[in-house]
T-cell receptor, first 117, second 111 residues
Framework: GAVVSQHPSRVICKSGTSVKIECRSL??????MFWYRQFPKQSLMLMAT?????????EQGVEKDKFLINHASLTLSTLTVTSAHPEDSSFYIC?????????????FGPGTRLLVL | SQKIEQNSEALNIQEGKTATLTCNYT??????LQWYRQDPGRGPVFLLL?????KEKRKERLKVTFDTTLKQSLFHITASQPADSATYLC??????????FGDGTTLTVKP
């Protein structure tokens, strides 16, 4: 199946710093990428949908100025957590989809564990 | 409001038995329903997709049913193995492509 990578796999940072997470589709072109966050023993919560070359669509309650998303190419999307605080500590997972019909499978990255001290 | 419920947080069964996981939803009209497997500290892995006009789909030891009248999907793993132990997530997807996930059921298969 299609492979999606994320980098870094885990990051520890000080409060107030910014952290960038990369999501890459390795063997297919992703017209749409999704960013999720997941707390322990909880479901994936969709943060935003990003389409290549256009602005991301954020879910209600997600601060777009805090979670900057850039989908500059068909194989790369980045999520930047700006001025991170301890409450931003979570497991961030991206997924990528190849087409636009809605039926296509989402392929998930391995996730990035963020710990803000 | 829209709600997705997976039958239980945890399910323990003996190796060789069939595991049955349930996904119920309310106030939702999904076009597709998907099941994923997630291991601790990892991203979900796609298993099966079933469309709203399909009643059943199979893949090796896996079987998914989709009843839009009951608003329920059942996910079966036959001849379960300890390696099947993981958290299984159901996700409802609209034609717009956005998926909403349930909280998951953690399956433990004991040898």
């Amino acid at each position: 199946g299609a492979v999606v990578s994320q980098h870094p796999s885990r990051v520890i940072c000080k409060s107030g710093t910014s952290v960038k997470i990369e999501c890459r589709s390795l063997d297919f072109q992703a017209t749409t990428m999704f960013w999720y966050r997941q707390f322990p023993k909880q479901s994936l919560m969709l943060m935003a949908t990003s389409n290549e070359g256009s602005k991301a669509t954020y879910e209600q309650g997600v601060e777009k100025d805090k979670f900057l998303i850039n989908h500059a190419s068909l194989t790369l999307s980045t999520l930047t957590v700006t001025s991170a605080h301890p409450e931003d500590s979570s497991f961030y997972i991206c997924s990528a989809r190849e087409g636009t019909s809605g039926e296509e499978t989402q392929y998930f990255g391995p996730g990035t564990r963020l710990l803000v001290l | 409001s829209q709600k997705i419920e997976q039958n239980s947080e945890a399910l323990n069964i003996q190796e060789g038995k069939t595991a049955t996981l349930t996904c119920n939803y309310t106030n939702y009209s999904p076009a597709y329903l998907q099941w994923y497997r997630q291991d601790p500290g990892r991203g979900p892995v796609f298993l099966l997709l079933i469309r709203e006009n399909e009643k059943e789909k199979r893949k090796e030891r896996l079987k998914v049913t989709f009843d839009t009248t009951l608003k329920q999907s059942l996910f079966h793993i036959t001849a379960s193995q300890p390696a099947d132990s993981a958290t299984y997530l159901c996700a409802l997807q609209t034609n717009a492509g956005k998926s909403t996930f349930g909280d998951g059921t953690t399956l433990t298969v004991k040898p």
